[in-house]
């Protein structure tokens, strides 16, 4: 009976000190990403506005992680 008891208890105190650790990370995670460009607004603007150019300028979309498979 005796090791019961301190089995629940443990277990009790470990899920207690559990969430009191998960309540300090914040509940939203925003990741955000920027990139200065030296160019005409023109011509950046094009390249904007179609889909197909983005991969002309922005090289993550090359990387092998975000092809579809």
């Given at each position: 009976m005796r090791l019961v008891r301190f089995a629940l208890i443990s277990i009790v105190?470990?899920?207690s000190i559990a969430t009191l650790m998960g309540l300090l990370f914040p509940s939203v995670v925003i990741v955000s990403r920027a990139i200065d460009v030296n160019a005409p607004k023109d011509s950046v603007e094009v390249l904007v506005k179609d889909l197909n150019g983005w991969?002309?300028?922005m090289?993550?979309?090359n990387?092998?992680?975000t092809q579809k498979s």
């Open positions: 105190v470990l899920f991969k002309q300028w090289a993550i979309i990387s092998p992680s």
